[in-house]
């Protein structure tokens, strides 16, 4: 039985899908639609929700694993150093997360605020609802790499 199966993005692209190699489809997601989507709205995060929509209806539709979607993202990880961060003119921090020094900012006024730690993990908990995994994920490794390799 064949590994490789077609399948058909939103805009009509078919594609040979190798579940063993699937970096064909993660190439094309962000050929097709990323860039495009990103070119329109200029808009970093709307442009990743799309292709993280588009991944969760192909692996509805065609029965795909839902590790495809980290697969995907750490694609677009490979993209920032190179044709993103040209297309936006800005660093790969910028664009994952514009207002990365902000949330650290805040983050040390709350810690510095004497708040006690039920009052301390409901702030910390608004502040960071509205941000997507992706970004909390860049916002970990930030704090990190600023505590542990300094």
């Known amino acids: ?33 990323l ?27 065609y029965d795909l694993t839902p590790k495809l979607k980290l697969g995907l993202l750490n694609n677009v990880e490979d993209h920032l150093d190179k044709d993103i961060e040209e297309l936006t003119g800005v660093d790969k921090i910028e664009i994952l997360f514009l207002n990365m020094d902000d949330y650290v900012e805040d983050i040390r006024t709350l810690m510095l605020a004497g708040k006690d730690k039920e009052d301390l993990r409901t702030s910390m908990a608004q502040m960071i609802m509205p941000l997507t995994i992706f970004e909390l994920s860049e916002l970990f490794i930030y704090l990190g790499k600023r505590t542990f390799l300094k």
């Open 1 to 33: 039985m064949s590994d490789v199966k077609k399948i058909e993005l939103s805009t009509g692209t078919e594609i040979d899908f190798d579940k063993k190699a699937p970096k064909t489809l993660f190439e094309m997601i962000i050929s097709e639609i």
């Open 35 to 61: 860039i495009p989507k990103y070119k329109e709205n200029a808009d970093w995060n709307l442009s990743l929700n799309i292709i993280i929509e588009e991944m969760n209806h192909l692996i509805i539709k």
